[in-house]
């Protein structure tokens, strides 16, 4: 799983993820700084990049095609970095303790406080 930390999440979380042996960019380190969320999903569906955002409303929209790696997204705003990290590193142990690389292929992660996600495929 490679992910992809949309703007407004803290980069901070790079290491931590590196830390469990996942690969993790921010968006500013692709060259995306204020992109638009279409130029990122874009980029990430190019990319296999499962992206990580708390801008639900545009990426549920884009999320609704064939095929893309999938989307996890934190449902509470102006969470600080270590809140962010408190709900991803879960999830993340959740989908790896699945053993399949594809697990998130066509899904969405929504986190809506520390420990508890709902895990739902996307159809277009």
Known sequence: MRLLLDEHI??????????????????????????????????AIANDFVVVTANARHF??????DVHPGLIILRESGLTRDEQWER???????VAAAGNRDFLLN??????????????????
Do not use: C, N
């Not at 931590?16 to 993790?24: C, D, N, P, R, V």
């Not at 991803?88 to 959740?94: K, N, Q, S």
């Open 10 to 43: 803290s980069p901070i979380l790079i290491r931590a993820l590196a830390e469990m042996g996942l690969f993790a960019q921010p968006v500013p380190h692709v060259g995306l700084a204020g992109a638009t969320d279409k130029a990122v999903w874009t980029y």
């Open 60 to 65: 549920l929209t884009l999320a609704q095609i």
């Open 88 to 94: 991803l590193e879960p999830v993340v142990r959740f």
């Open 107 to 124: 899904k969405i992660i929504e986190v809506t406080a520390p420990g508890e996600f709902l895990v739902r495929e996307i159809k277009p």
